[in-house]
């Protein structure tokens, strides 16, 4: 039978893509976009079998002495098991799981893992729509979110990835938030600083979004005038400065994973020996051979491993992936990037509260590499997945700012008189 594509119905629905645009998002609308993704996550994974690795494991064991130790920090860090200070708060809610839940505490970690990834997305696309309101960036932050593998596969993993993802973004939404906001602006900046100690003692990864939320408080005043303008000489500026400063610190780590007694703190010495021996056997991305150095001689051999680790971090598309996955990656790697340096450049001329969001972006985007630039870079990426949902807030606002273009280059009563024979 054909189709009726006369119908009232129709034409409806094609008017209200064409006007994305331009139209604002209300509440309705909104709570059944939300549904719908919490349907998504419940179907697909709820019902999934959990998957565990060797980090579950030892997290297991070490949650194990915890809940032994009663949860108290300083008879658990006593303890002859090696001290994991900056997991404290990951150990303790396996131990809390454990003792709730007992045999199905891993089953109980993956729902709580589908709650963090949903109310991480929710927070996302609400940002989102502080600085975009429209249909569009609605449409496409989702779409964003239930077609990024890099992120989602991770959610029947019994491992910190996705607490600790939304940790990180909501740090990064209450400091962003506390900027543009006339009333208890202090309070919610720090909370979001509260929040970056959290994450701190959640997993190590913590260090460069509590590097964030210093340096987001301690320079935030200055990237905007007395009229609130953002000034994008300042943030270029800055972004050069961390760009620069990334590169010394490769220099200094490469003399350090050279000869790690040189380091002043004896109490590291270990940590750092270990890591250095990694680095004496040529190895960038671990399980990765084609990534692996020859045995690293002078200084300069030391560094260029890192830079490798740093590139290797933020590659965008990988043989391992799917022509999906690497098609996802490709689009919020590139959209996010191209958006944080177009905000700080001359010629933008995108509004202050887009340009303030999209450079933090990127400045959390590079001190995330350069931080696991010295440290680890995994063969699955894993390490990367707090900045997803990041990349998707910058990626839909330039999105949002293409379909604006095509709205008002063409315009919804061209489309409309072109498509009248409808």
Aim: with cysteine.
């Amino acid at each position: 039978m054909k189709a009726d594509y006369s119908s009232s119905s129709f034409k409806a629905g094609l008017y209200w893509i064409l006007q994305c645009g331009s139209r604002g998002v209300n509440l309705y609308i909104r709570i059944i976009f939300y549904i719908l993704i919490g349907a998504f996550l419940i179907s697909t994974y709820f019902f999934r079998d959990v998957q565990t690795s060797g980090d579950t494991v030892r997290f297991s064991e070490s949650a194990d002495v915890l809940i032994r130790s009663n949860f108290n920090p300083s008879i658990y860090f006593k303890s002859s098991i090696e001290s994991q200070l900056f997991y404290y708060f990951w150990l303790a809610l396996i131990g809390k799981m454990k003792s709730i839940a007992v045999n199905d505490w891993k089953a109980f970690l993956v729902y709580t893992n589908i709650a963090a990834a949903y109310l991480t997305i929710i927070m996302t696309i609400e940002a989102i729509l502080k600085v975009v309101n429209t249909r569009s960036a609605l449409i496409f932050s989702s779409l964003l979110f239930m077609t990024s593998t890099e992120y989602l596969q991770w959610i029947t993993w019994v491992l910190s990835d996705i607490i600790y993802t939304f940790l990180a973004s909501l740090v990064f939404m209450l400091l962003l938030t506390s900027v543009h906001m006339t009333k208890y602006n202090s309070m919610v900046k720090w909370s979001g600083l509260i929040m970056a100690i959290i994450s701190f003692f959640f997993r190590p990864s913590g260090i460069p979004i509590l590097f964030f939320s210093i340096v987001f408080i301690l320079i935030t005043p200055t990237l905007f005038d007395k009229d609130r303008v953002f000034h994008k000489r300042v943030a270029g500026f800055i972004l050069a400065l961390l760009i620069v400063s990334g590169l010394i610190l490769s220099l200094l780590w490469g003399w350090l994973m050279k000869d790690p007694e040189l380091l002043p703190l004896k109490i590291l010495h270990p940590s750092f020996t270990q890591l250095s021996n990694e680095y004496k056997t040529g190895i960038v991305v671990y399980l990765k051979e084609e990534t692996y150095q020859p045995p690293p001689v002078t200084v300069i051999d030391f560094t260029t491993i890192t830079l490798l680790k740093i590139f290797y971090y933020l590659q965008v598309i990988s043989k391992n992936h799917s022509i999906f996955h690497n098609a996802s990656n490709l689009l919020i790697f590139s959209f996010s990037g191209f958006a944080g340096i177009y905000s700080a450049s001359p010629w933008s001329c995108w509004s202050d509260k887009k340009k303030h969001v999209t450079w933090w972006v990127l400045f959390v985007m590079l001190s995330y590499a350069i931080f696991y630039g010295t440290q680890y870079v995994d063969y699955d990426s894993r390490y990367r997945i707090p900045l997803i949902p990041l990349m998707i807030l910058s990626s839909s606002i330039v999105f949002n700012e293409i379909w604006m273009f095509i709205h008002n280059k063409f315009g919804v009563d061209t489309c409309r008189s072109q498509l009248s024979w409808l």
